[in-house]
Structure formats: structure tokens, C-alpha cells
């Protein structure tokens, strides 16, 4: 009897302990994530050229897309970009990230985690209906495939900025209304922003939580009508020595972690994308990565995750930096295996001494930034200090003054010309 009192009083206290505890906040249902495919980083048409043929589009076909499309749509509007820190594609106030995205499509209404880089269902219904009847009767709401409405939440602004948090909050649905509608234009797809409509009216049909406020619709889909066609970059049009070329090829450009310099990378891959070559950046690590005076960029893969088959062209930038590949073993079997296998190998600046210490320059014709002369006759080049040299399938260049002329030699050695 003793035993029994004894157990009695421990769950008596257990069951009081447990319910004093708070409860913890709701986290997505995992089976109801649809999880999309790695979002591209890269593609084929230049920031340019995506400005140029951005257009408010109306009028859909009746193609829909599948989730990876609709999955890189979301990432342009409110993708992580940096799982360490949380820095997403679109700039945030304080980094509050107050705006979230609820999809809708004929196969339902769901909101965008961009944590998990998924979906979560909302309503298994099409809303489309509804939402164009909230948004005064307009048909491009209805026929699109494809509707994000970006819905923000002043509270949780306010604390930290107080009656500016309105502000803060609409101008960053304009960012992120602007990279999903060109992030669509490299899709090959039209779209438009919808601001009028009834919010009251959305928020009810698409269930949408008091707190947050819907602030637009942007449209997306096949666009009904043919966009413009991208013109020519001004330098490029007055020079007669120049002509577009289309490889379908692609390159990755290998970058140091830190201090690898701009124009040789930036040039480079702007006129390798020109020629319609897909262009990755890889380095020593994932993330931004920082270059001199001051560029930026996404480094979307690790050198050691290189596959050579996988390229056409494997591009070692310069810089400062270049020296963390000086002795990089990975580095140098990449380059021995890409020269052995045909592929274009390029470097510039002081790049090509990885090159020359992976042994692929023996009797080449090869030039450099002046400091890495000895470096590259050691390594059995034969040093003419040219801006630009191409031998074969070796194409290496001087310093950021020649970035133009290499991205051209290389794009061209893609291409199969001489």
C-alpha cells in the first residue's frame, strides 16, 4: 500500500509539472513540406539582359511549371543565401525579414519556408478564383499559373524601428517583387505586380494571419505574347571585330576565398555569359566571398566538389588570393585532368602559376602578371608576357586590363573557333 500511495504522489506531481510548462511555438508539419530542388545560382542571361527584357506581362498561355520552377522563384524573393548568418536574397531592415510568400497554383495556396526551402500547404484548394475577385475582377490574377503574394508584418518591425517599420516593410517587398520578376525574365517568363485589390477579402480567402498584411500580387507565367529581344551591349555593337557567339557550353570559374580581384572575374564571366555560356563560381568555401577593391559574390561550389566531366571550361581567377591555390593538390589534379581530357583551361594575373606548378605548360605558350615570369619558366612555359596567349586549349592573360580579351578567348575556344 506504501508503494501504491508513493507512486500516486509522484504522478500527481509530474502530471502538475507538466502542465506548468509553456507551450512550445508550432513549427511546419514536416509531412506537409513539399521540398524543392536545389535552387540554380547561376544562369545564362546577364543582370543586363534580364533589365532590358523585364516587361508587365498580362497575358499567360496555358503551360504550367513544375516545383523546382516555382521553388527558384521563391529563393529570388526570399531565398537564404547564408545559412550562418540567414542574409537572404533580398535586404532586410535589422534583418527581421518581416515579408512571407504564399503561393498560389492551380494545385492549392501554399507559404514559402525558406528555411527548408520548401512549401507548406495553406488550403488544398485553387484560390485563384477568389483571389482575382479580391484583386477587382482582373483576369491575370485568374489565368496565371502561378501567384506569389507577399504579405508583411509591421509588429514585427516596430520594437526596433518604431514608425518608420512601415516603411522599412513596403520597401522591401519592392525588393522582393523585383528579383522574383527578373528572376522570371531568365525563366523565360512574363509577369506583373497586382497592388489593387481588397485585403480584407485576400487575407479571408487565402487564410492569411491577422498579423500580416498582404501588399501585393506579382503574376507569373509562359508569357502570351513574345518579349523583347536583348540588345546588344553599346561597346560590343560599335566594335566590328565583334560577334555573339552561342556554345551552350559551361564553365566554372575558380575563385579565392578572399581578395580575388573584380575585373578579372566580373569581365570575364560577363562576356562568357554574352556567348550564352552557364557560368558557376567555386572556391574554398560556400557563401559570399570578397574580392578587391570591393566585389562581392555567391560562391555556389566547394573546389573539392568539383567533377571535370561535368564543365567545358575550368577558369582560375587571379588576385591576391590566387596564392591559397599555389599548393592545392585539388587544384592542380582539376587542372591535370581538364587539360587531359581537352577541356579549356584558363587563368590570368597571377593565376596561370597554378597552371605551370600542376605541369600542364611544358613548351606552351603562356603569359602572365609580370611577378610570376620565373614561376611559369620554371614550370616549362614559354613566357611571351603578351596580355592575352592561347595555345591550344590553354588560355592565360596579364592582368585585370585584359579581362575583356580573355572571357572573349575563352569564349571563343568554346566555341570551337581558332
Not at 124 to 130: E, F, P, S, T
Not at 390 to 403: C, F, Q, S, V
Request: charged share 20%.
Amino acid at each position: 500500500m506504501k508503494r501504491i500511495a508513493v507512486l500516486a504522489v509522484v504522478l500527481s506531481a509530474l502530471a502538475t509539472f507538466c502542465k506548468g510548462q509553456p507551450e512550445q511555438p508550432a513549427a511546419p508539419v514536416e509531412d506537409k513540406l513539399i521540398r524543392f530542388g536545389p535552387p540554380k545560382p547561376a544562369g545564362t542571361m546577364s543582370l543586363e539582359g534580364a533589365l532590358s527584357r523585364r516587361r508587365s506581362v498580362r497575358e499567360f498561355t496555358n503551360q504550367v511549371f513544375g516545383l523546382d520552377q516555382i521553388g527558384q522563384l521563391a529563393w529570388a524573393g526570399q531565398g537564404i543565401t547564408d545559412f550562418q548568418t540567414g542574409f537572404r536574397t533580398a535586404p532586410s531592415a535589422g534583418a527581421i525579414y518581416p515579408i512571407e510568400l504564399f503561393i498560389a497554383t492551380d494545385r492549392g495556396l501554399f507559404v514559402y519556408r525558406p528555411e527548408q526551402h520548401a512549401m507548406e500547404d495553406v488550403l488544398l484548394l485553387d484560390v485563384r478564383g477568389q483571389l482575382a475577385a479580391a484583386a477587382m475582377g482582373q483576369d491575370v490574377v485568374a489565368q496565371a499559373p502561378c501567384s506569389i503574394i507577399l504579405a508583411g508584418s509591421t509588429n514585427r518591425l516596430r520594437e526596433k524601428y518604431g514608425n518608420d517599420a512601415r516603411r522599412f516593410m513596403l520597401l522591401e517587398a519592392g525588393h522582393i517583387a523585383q528579383n522574383i520578376q527578373l528572376q522570371a525574365v531568365t525563366m523565360g517568363l512574363g509577369s506583373v505586380p497586382v497592388g489593387a485589390f481588397d485585403a480584407r477579402t485576400l487575407s479571408r480567402a487565402c487564410k492569411i494571419p491577422a498579423e500580416l498584411e498582404p501588399l501585393l500580387i506579382v503574376c507569373v507565367g509562359y508569357p502570351g505574347t513574345k518579349l523583347p529581344a536583348v540588345a546588344p551591349e553599346p561597346e560590343e555593337q560599335a566594335s566590328p571585330d565583334y560577334t555573339p557567339l552561342r556554345t551552350g557550353k559551361r564553365a566554372v570559374l575558380i575563385v579565392a576565398r578572399n581578395k580575388f580581384r573584380d575585373e578579372e572575374l566580373f569581365e570575364t564571366r560577363r562576356r562568357l555569359q554574352n556567348a550564352n555560356v552557364q557560368t558557376v563560381i567555386a572556391s574554398t568555401r560556400l557563401g559570399l566571398i570578397k574580392g578587391v577593391p570591393q566585389g562581392r559574390i555567391e560562391a555556389a561550389l566547394l573546389l573539392n566538389d568539383i567533377v571535370v566531366d561535368d564543365f567545358d571550361a575550368f577558369v582560375f581567377i587571379g588576385g591576391p588570393g590566387a596564392r591559397e591555390y599555389f599548393d592545392n593538390r585539388i587544384a592542380f589534379d582539376i587542372v591535370r585532368e581538364a587539360a587531359e581530357s581537352g577541356k579549356v583551361v584558363g587563368a590570368i594575373c597571377i593565376a596561370p602559376t597554378i597552371l605551370a606548378r600542376a605541369g600542364v605548360l611544358h613548351g606552351v605558350r603562356a603569359t602572365a602578371f609580370a611577378s610570376e615570369e620565373k614561376r611559369l619558366k620554371k614550370g616549362g612555359a614559354v613566357f611571351t608576357g603578351a596580355a592575352v596567349e592561347r595555345d591550344g586549349k590553354i588560355i592565360t592573360a596579364n592582368g585585370p586590363e585584359a579581362a575583356k580579351q580573355f572571357g572573349k578567348a575563352l569564349a571563343e575556344a568554346l566555341a570551337g573557333g581558332k
